[in-house]
């Protein structure tokens, strides 16, 4: 069973709008939570994490919002940037564990 | 600094032969990581090396892949009898204790 899920293989936004990327997940006892983006041929990079003793981290244009209640994770992007077009993975670990589970991806499109 | 590095970087061989993947993480990183992504799918963790600590080999999905870390520092994935179901980009990752994991570019094997 897939513990963590992008329901949205696919967006599409225009330059300078946000994206917002969104990611469910079935454990409770996972623990923090991590947003990667993957660019063809290279490996996943790290883009931002957030602990689930909080709500929200931001990073410049990037923001993660956790929602423990309803097991829901999202990631805002504002201004959208053609240069981040590319396949955005929510990762999430486990209290006792160190391995991240990933959900599918989603690809996101910046169109200028 | 280096960031991590994986060899090949493509890979093709015949079903049933055997291959060897290599990743050599980031200096001074204890923890190591194999995940693969296969075609239309998220990334899947095989196997976890921390320390002189026994490895977590649970995501391993059979008994003919085997990794071993010289070391404790490079590392090495090896399938034996390759399928063509084994066709995927093996991604290697390494970190400080913690959880940002750094991922290496990746190899491409393509089994036919």
């Known amino acids: 069973d897939q513990q963590v899920k992008q329901n949205s293989p696919s967006l599409s936004v225009q330059e300078g709008r946000i994206s917002i990327l969104n990611c469910d997940y079935t454990?409770?006892?996972?623990?923090?939570f991590l947003w990667y983006k993957k660019y063809p041929a290279e490996g996943p990079t790290f883009l931002i994490s957030?602990?689930?003793?909080?709500d929200k981290n931001e990073d410049g244009r990037f923001t993660v919002f956790l929602n423990k209640s309803a097991k829901h994770l999202s990631l805002h992007i504002v201004p959208s940037q053609p240069g981040d077009s590319a396949v955005y993975f929510c990762?999430?670990?486990?209290?006792?564990?160190?391995?991240?589970?990933f959900g599918e991806g989603t690809q996101l499109t910046v169109n200028p | 600094g280096a960031g991590v590095s994986q060899s090949p970087s493509n890979k093709v061989t015949e079903k049933g032969k055997d291959v060897e993947l290599r990743c050599d993480p980031i200096s001074g990183h204890t923890a190591l990581y194999w995940y693969r992504q296969s075609l239309g799918q998220g990334l899947e963790f095989l196997i976890y090396f921390q320390g002189n600590s026994a490895p977590d080999k649970s995501g391993l999905p059979s008994d003919r892949f085997s990794a071993e870390r010289t070391g404790g520092s490079v590392s090495t994935l090896t399938i034996q009898r390759t399928q063509q179901e084994d066709s995927a980009v093996y991604l290697c990752?390494?970190?400080?204790?913690?959880?940002?994991?750094?991922f290496g570019p990746g190899t491409r094997l393509t089994v036919t």
């Open positions: 990762a999430v670990v486990e209290t006792s564990g160190s391995r991240l589970t």
């Open positions: 990752a390494s970190s400080h204790p913690g959880y940002e994991q750094y």
């Open positions: 957030i602990s689930s003793i909080k």
């Open positions: 454990n409770s006892m996972f623990d923090y």
